[in-house]
C-alpha cells in the first residue's frame, strides 16, 4: 500500500505568515494528490485536487505543487479563518485511498 | 445543493452490529463513486470503503474487509454501511464523502458525519 508521509505534524504561524506543509509518498502518484481543510467538529473541506488545481470557492492565497512522491501545500499569507489540520490524499490508486496523517496549524 | 446526510451512529458493545446510512441529494446520485471515511477521537481520517455507482466496484480497507459491508441503493439515494463484529478500534465519527465526478477522483462532497462508540 501507498505510505502518506506529512511535515510537520504541528506547525505555529502567525497571521500574515508564508507557511508550507509537505506530503511525502512512498511511489509515485503522479499528480493525483488532494488536499483538505478540517476544523474541529467539521467535515473536511476539499481545497486542491490534481496537486495544483484550486476547488472552486477556495482562496488564491492557497496553493499547491509537486507531482510523482513530493508535494506541498502553501498558504501564502496566513488569515485567521486558515488555523485548522490539513490533510494530503493520494487517489492513485482505487485502494487504498491513503490520507497523510494531518498537519495542525496553530497560531503563534 | 449537494447535501449528505448521515445517521445511524450510537452506542454498540465489542462484538455488536450497526447499520449506519447517508442520504444524499441535490445530485444524481446514481452516477457517483461514494465512500466511508472514519476518524477516531483525536486522530486523523481513515478511508474505509467505496462503491460505485452501479455497485461494480467495492473496495475496502485491511482493517474492515470481512466485517464491514458497503452498499447504496440509488432508487432511495441511500448510501449504507453494515458493520458487524465491532472493535473497540472502529469507534470513530464515520462521514460519507461523494467523489467527484469520473474515474479516479478527490471527495468533493462530505456529510457531518455520525459518532460510533464501542464499549461494554
Known amino acids: 500500500d501507498i505510505q502518506m508521509t506529512q511535515s510537520p505534524s504541528t506547525l505555529s504561524a502567525s497571521v500574515g505568515d508564508r507557511v508550507t506543509i509537505t506530503c511525502r509518498v512512498s511511489?509515485?502518484?503522479?499528480?493525483?494528490l488532494a488536499w483538505y481543510q478540517q476544523k474541529p467538529g467539521k467535515a473536511p473541506k476539499l481545497l486542491i485536487y490534481?496537486?495544483?488545481t484550486l476547488e472552486s470557492g477556495v482562496p488564491s492565497r492557497f496553493s499547491g505543487s509537486g507531482s510523482g512522491t513530493e508535494f506541498t501545500l502553501t498558504i501564502s499569507s496566513l488569515q485567521p479563518d486558515d488555523f485548522a489540520t490539513y490533510y494530503c490524499?493520494?487517489?492513485?490508486?482505487?485502494?487504498?485511498?491513503?490520507f497523510g496523517q494531518g498537519t495542525k496549524l496553530e497560531i503563534k | 445543493e449537494v447535501l449528505l446526510v448521515e445517521s445511524g451512529g450510537g452506542p454498540v458493545k465489542p462484538g455488536g452490529s450497526l447499520r449506519l446510512s447517508c442520504a444524499a441529494s441535490?445530485?444524481?446520485?446514481?452516477?457517483?463513486?461514494m465512500n466511508w471515511v472514519r476518524q477516531a477521537p483525536g486522530k486523523g481520517l481513515e478511508w474505509v470503503s467505496s462503491?460505485?455507482?452501479?455497485?461494480?466496484?467495492?473496495f475496502y480497507a485491511d482493517s474492515v474487509r470481512g466485517r464491514f459491508t458497503i452498499s447504496r441503493d440509488n432508487a432511495k439515494n441511500s448510501l449504507y454501511l453494515q458493520m458487524k463484529n465491532l472493535r473497540a478500534e472502529d469507534a470513530a465519527v464515520y462521514y460519507c464523502?461523494?467523489?467527484?465526478?469520473?474515474?479516479?477522483?478527490?471527495?468533493?462532497?462530505w456529510g457531518q458525519g455520525t459518532l460510533v462508540t464501542v464499549s461494554s
Open positions: 464523502a461523494r467523489e467527484a465526478f469520473g474515474d479516479l477522483n478527490p471527495f468533493d462532497f
Open positions: 441535490g445530485f444524481t446520485f446514481s452516477t457517483f463513486t
Open positions: 462503491i460505485s455507482g452501479s455497485s461494480s466496484y467495492i
Open positions: 511511489q509515485s502518484v503522479n499528480s493525483w
Open positions: 490534481k496537486a495544483s
Open positions: 490524499q493520494q487517489y492513485n490508486t482505487y485502494s487504498p485511498r491513503t
